[in-house]
């Protein structure tokens, strides 16, 4: 097994040596993936980069994430590798800065309690996978791990993850406007895309500001449309139905209950906490503590992203 790592694989991008990188795709990646694509690919993203800093080096399920930018925010990598060292994820695009972002004028706290970890949040497609879209720009998909994994014995089961079957709480005080429930739990990497949400839930807070959470264990709620809630209520639990590759909490803040015209807001909790990818976020009572545990920055299954972007200028 050939030992390789951030500072290699970087070297090896920026220098163009595609056929070093494309003999270290795993076989599969190899199926799926263009030389040439990937030749066009290199070219286009060296022409335009600056110099790049490592933000990112996220070790999770025996795989592990790099991520970089370069000093502008104008382009980004990300590289991921299984246990066997080979990229089974390699992905080069744009940075797109979207001005003018829109801030929550209510304060929230994540709605589990405990350390999570957030497996994509932040500002830009390569940290949030929602990020291309207006109504999930800036939701947070939050999973529970012990020792760099989210789950134990058979991953076909939605049982062995950790976060299945935790519970969810309010994020603030509000009513209940709508729920639906249900649909049943997906076997994990089988996606739900007739009901991409699953089971959810929207509360109404002040400012008319609402709050989702989705992906919800079926019959889990302990709470009914027309309820007010406090934040902090018990009011769910986590299941895996909709569109998630593995149990976990979908949460965002939008400015109308319609989920298909809503637009999120970037979400203000409390103590000023701003999660992004690969952080840990705890929450306990009224206190939110984040943990950059895989920020090296100085400055600066749909939970898979295998895949190679076409670069576009």
Request: with cysteine.
């Amino acid at each position: 097994m050939t030992q390789i790592n951030a500072q290699m694989i970087l070297a090896k991008i920026e220098n163009n040596e595609i056929d070093w990188l494309y003999e270290h795709f795993s076989d599969y990646f190899q199926e799926v993936s263009s030389y040439d694509e990937l030749k066009k690919l290199l070219k286009s993203y060296n022409a335009i980069r600056y110099k790049n800093k490592l933000f990112k080096h996220i070790q999770l399920n025996y795989r592990e994430e790099y991520i970089w930018f370069d000093e502008k925010m104008a382009t980004g990598i990300s590289v991921t590798l299984n246990k066997y060292n080979e990229i089974i994820g390699f992905v080069l695009t744009p940075i797109k800065n979207i001005k003018g972002i829109k801030k929550s004028k209510c304060y929230y706290t994540i709605p589990v309690q405990n350390a999570w970890f957030v497996y994509a949040g932040g500002e830009n497609e390569l940290l949030n996978h929602h990020y291309p879209y207006k109504n999930q720009r800036y939701a947070l998909d939050l999973v529970l791990t012990k020792a760099n994994r989210s789950y134990h014995g058979n991953p076909n089961l939605c049982e062995s993850y950790y976060s299945y079957n935790q519970i969810i709480v309010a994020p603030a005080d509000g009513i209940v406007v709508k729920i639906i429930d249900g649909i049943p739990d997906a076997t994990p990497g089988e996606n739900n895309m007739k009901h991409p949400e699953g089971n959810y839930i929207i509360m109404k807070h002040a400012n008319n500001e609402y709050s989702m959470i989705a992906h919800i264990k079926p019959h889990s709620f302990k709470v009914n449309v027309g309820d007010c809630v406090t934040g902090g209520q018990f009011i769910a639990r986590i299941g895996n139905s909709g569109n998630a590759m593995e149990p976990h909490v979908h949460f965002q803040i939008m400015n109308q209950c319609n989920t298909q015209f809503a637009k999120t807001y970037k979400i203000k909790l409390i103590n000023g906490t701003s999660p992004e990818k690969g952080d840990i976020v705890s929450y306990t009572d009224d206190n939110m503590i984040l943990k950059n545990k895989f920020n090296f920055a100085t400055k600066f299954k749909k939970l898979s992203s295998n895949m190679i972007h076409i670069f576009k200028n």
